[in-house]
Nanobody, 124 residues
Framework: QVQLVESGGGLVQAGGSLRLSCAVS????????MGWFRQAPGKEREFVSA????????YVAGSVKGRFTISRDNAKNTVYLQMNELKPEDTAVYYC?????????????????WGQGTQVTVSS
């Protein structure tokens, strides 16, 4: 089992920054992908970014490329999402997720574990 707890969400003005954290407990394996997803009201959950737990390879959605950066601190069992140049369209609940294996990292059903989510609201 893997437990995920997100933190760091909040209200920020457009152009501002936030850093989300995802504390991971339980079993972690080098093959686990750690991902961030988001879901805005009335929309489907969408992929934001992902990182391999062991290798440090990262993946990012085109809509946030150049603004969001995923990273991890293995000593702290924590994954981060640094969000810069935030826009009102980034407003959503952000979820941390974990999966085994590297395939389909952008596909919601491929993730076995999910956090409870943290709200990010960007005002214009």
């Amino acid at each position: 089992q893997v437990q995920l707890v997100e933190s760091g969400g909040g209200l920020v003005q457009a152009g501002g920054s936030l850093r989300l954290s995802c504390a991971v407990s339980g079993r972690t394996f080098s093959s686990h992908f750690m991902g961030w997803f988001r879901q805005a009201p009335g929309k489907e959950r969408e992929f934001v970014s992902a990182i391999t737990w062991g290798g440090g390879s990262t993946y990012v959605a085109g809509s946030v490329k150049g603004r969001f950066t995923i990273s991890r601190d293995n000593a702290k069992n924590t994954v981060y999402l640094q969000m810069n140049e935030l826009k009102p369209e980034d407003t959503a609940v952000y979820y941390c997720a974990a999966k085994v294996g590297v395939s389909d990292y952008g596909w919601v059903p491929s993730y076995q574990y999910w956090g409870q989510g943290t709200q990010v609201t960007v005002s214009s």
